[in-house]
């Protein structure tokens, strides 16, 4: 009996040493969990041109943005909590009804580093369809990190000022966690990321606004979400220009953090819109994580879109997948809740009241799925990946919109591409990201 105790003993002292241990790990993670709040932010100026009130109705100014992805995302990646579900006809082709990604830091520093240097030269030598060079007078970006065991701890925000160092620069952390130690074969590891703005002209002011995000232990996941809101005088007039930067939360399966985000982020554009009595000019650019063409009047007939559909994962399944609701024909009726499955009254996100139009590229997608690398894994010529934008710009309607574009590889944009042209991943970007950067060519009224 008393080796036997002994045992129960050990174990005993075992199990309360690893009680221990994982209930101080838990309370190191909340304790040391913190949100930003509402803050004023630094700008860093590089620029003393302004606008002025003689380019209102003749200046043609251009926008762009760009998901990033922490410099992980290249075309080999994928990431740990997406999970992509083959349509039915695919399914005994892949052997499987499912996919998980693998990786939650970058395969290497290396990869890290060549994917941040170059995303950023792919803005700085952005082209039209015309070949022309086009020197964005507002870059955006998101998933910029500072200081991240996950990007082997670049400082991109440093690396972007160097490529924008003639411009003015502001940004925001909306990611500052503790040491996470899940997955556990790979950890996430401490973070800290941000989303930056760069702007040719000077920057007056600029806040960092806090979004409501996800509650419990799934909090620490969901990045202190935030967006940011630069303004930009024009001279000679009272009326003023806002560039909001923005990214939304993805994984809100209930749909309660998609609705209050929105709510607070109307609230913010009204108020910048009237701000001191003007009818301001607003752009509101980043990653929605929304669909922007599914609901959308300007882009149908879906069929048009030469990508859309094209591809083996039925997206629409994913945990993250959602849409914007901007179909003004729709209200008064009943639609499919995307996660629930239930029908319920269609509550229009943007329509006419609020002075809004909502675009983005179409001629390419603006994201990829990242529950594997992007690929043609059964060689039929098609990609597997579930393809779709979620990037672009809601645009007040005191602004005419000339063109926007999806920037994607080879003959199809400033993304350098590698691959042959019979291979269905050539000319469509996601050389650095699983996002492609989309730009905007634009005219205040």
Not at 84 to 101: F, L, N
Not at 135 to 156: A, I, T
Not at 196 to 205: A, E, G, L, Q, W
Not at 250 to 265: E, K
Request: charged share 20%; net charge negative; with cysteine.
């Amino acid at each position: 009996m008393k080796p036997l105790k002994r045992m129960l003993k050990i174990l005993g002292i075992i199990l309360g040493v690893f009680v221990l241990v994982i209930g101080g790990y838990v309370a190191y993670v909340f304790i040391d969990y913190s949100r930003l709040g509402d803050i004023e932010l630094d700008i860093d100026n590089g620029t003393t041109q302004t606008i002025n009130q003689s380019d209102v109705g003749s200046k043609e100014f251009v926008i762009s943005s760009y998901n990033i992805g922490f410099g992980a995302y290249n075309r080999p990646y994928s990431f740990f909590m997406d999970e992509g579900y083959y349509k039915d006809e695919y399914q005994s082709e892949h052997d499987s009804t499912h996919v998980v990604g693998t990786h939650s830091q970058a395969l290497s520093k290396d990869d890290a580093f060549t994917n941040t240097t170059g995303a950023f030269a792919t803005i700085a030598g952005l082209q039209d369809n015309l070949g022309a060079t086009l020197k964005p007078d507002f870059s955006l970006y998101q998933e910029v990190d500072l200081n991240s065991d996950r990007s082997y701890h670049l400082n991109q925000v440093e690396m972007g000022r160097e490529v924008h160092s003639e411009y003015d620069m502001t940004y925001a952390v909306n990611y500052h966690s503790a040491y996470l130690a899940y997955p556990f074969n790979e950890p996430i590891g401490k973070s800290t990321s941000s989303i930056v703005t760069f702007s040719n002209y000077n920057i007056d002011k600029a806040e960092r606004k806090e979004f409501t995000i996800a509650k419990g232990f799934s909090k620490v996941f969901d990045l202190d979400r935030c967006f940011s809101i630069s303004e930009i005088a024009i001279s000679g007039s009272t009326k003023k220009l806002y560039i909001f930067n923005v990214h939304m939360s993805a994984y809100d399966a209930s749909g309660l953090i998609r609705a209050a985000q929105l709510a607070q982020l109307k609230e913010e554009i009204a108020l910048r819109m009237d701000y001191d009595g003007e009818q301001n000019y607003v752009i509101v650019g980043g990653d929605f994580n929304h669909d922007l063409v599914v609901d959308n009047p300007r882009y149908a007939p879906l069929g048009n879109i030469n990508w859309w559909d094209n591809y083996e994962i039925d997206g629409t399944k994913a945990s993250w997948y959602n849409y914007f609701h901007l179909d003004e024909s729709k209200v008064g009726t009943d639609v499919v809740n995307v996660h629930s499955g239930q029908e319920e009254p269609y509550q229009l996100d943007f329509g006419t009241e609020d002075h809004l139009n909502v675009f983005t590229g179409t001629n390419l997608p603006t994201c990829r799925d990242a529950a594997l690398p992007l690929q043609d894994e059964n060689e039929n010529g098609m990609i597997d990946n579930f393809l779709i934008s979620i990037d672009g710009f809601l645009v007040s309607d005191n602004i005419n919109v000339n063109e926007i574009k999806t920037v994607g590889s080879g003959p199809n944009g400033s993304q350098i591409e590698d691959l042959e042209p019979t291979d269905p991943r050539y000319g469509l970007g996601f050389v650095y990201s699983d996002h492609n950067p989309v730009y905007m060519k634009f005219i205040l009224n």
